[in-house]
């Protein structure tokens, strides 16, 4: 099994929709939980993360995570063209280690 | 900028060339990563420096692949006798190290590698 599973998509979407974008992971010492955003030949950039099961708001996005089921998801609140990019969940034990990425999930939002 | 800058950002070679491939991280930035992206493979861990500390190079994929770097800043990915199957775009990553911390990784906007 490998450490990090995502289903690469591709996901199209109307614009307004509700995306919901998930990850599962082997490795139950996992900390921390961040999600990627990746536009075309650029590098990945951080849009949030939560530490531990939980849930976290960000204005249109929540990351949520479930320790005892190693399953996380972001969910994605009238979704704009502009979201329109690849989403890629990591998992890091901590701040010096190597985080593992997902396969991603290119989104795209229809206008 | 202060952000992670990469060189060359598009690099043609023929099989059997070696490359270099270098990044300049984010100043004060402990930790550099290097990171291999193909298509419909994800991001593909090859070799992490932290501090002064001896590298990880678990994720480097034979012996044709190496880095270096200099100074705890710029570092150097060289790959020698380039085969077609090393075309990717090569990502580079720095972080502040510090094992409190979340491992936010800053990226830069990576080197495309094509091997003809």
């Known amino acids: 099994q490998k450490e990090v599973e995502q289903d690469p998509g591709p996901l199209s979407v109307p614009e307004g929709a509700i995306v919901s974008l998930n990850c599962t992971y082997s490795?139950?010492?996992?900390?921390?939980f961040m999600w990627y955003r990746q536009y075309s030949r650029k590098g990945p950039e951080l849009l949030m993360y939560?530490?531990?099961?939980g849930n976290k708001e960000d204005g249109r996005f929540t990351a949520q995570v479930d320790k005892s089921s190693k399953y996380i998801s972001l969910f994605i609140r009238d979704s704009q063209p502009s979201d329109s990019a690849t989403y890629l969940c990591?998992?890091?034990?901590?701040?010096?280690?190597?985080?593992?990425f997902g396969k991603g999930t290119r989104l795209s939002v229809i206008a | 900028g202060a952000g992670v800058s990469q060189s060359p950002s598009n690099k043609v070679t023929e099989k059997g060339k070696d490359v270099e491939l270098r990044c300049d991280p984010i100043?004060?930035?402990?930790?550099l990563y290097w990171y291999r992206q193909s298509l419909g493979q994800g991001l593909e861990f090859l070799i992490y420096?932290?501090?002064?500390?001896?590298?990880?190079k678990s994720g480097l994929p034979s012996d044709r692949f190496s880095a270096e770097r200099t100074g705890g800043s710029v570092s150097t990915l060289t790959i020698q006798r380039t085969q077609q199957e090393d075309s990717a775009v090569y990502l580079c990553?720095?972080?502040?190290?510090?094992?409190?911390?979340?491992?936010?990784?800053?990226f830069g906007e990576g080197s495309r590698l094509t091997v003809l």
């Open positions: 490795n139950s010492a996992f900390q921390y």
């Open positions: 420096f932290q501090g002064n500390s001896a590298p990880d």
């Open positions: 939560t530490y531990s099961s």
């Open positions: 990591a998992p890091s034990l901590s701040g010096n280690t190597p985080l593992v």
């Open positions: 990553a720095s972080s502040l190290g510090l094992s409190k911390n979340t491992g936010e990784l800053f």
């Open positions: 100043s004060g930035h402990t930790a």
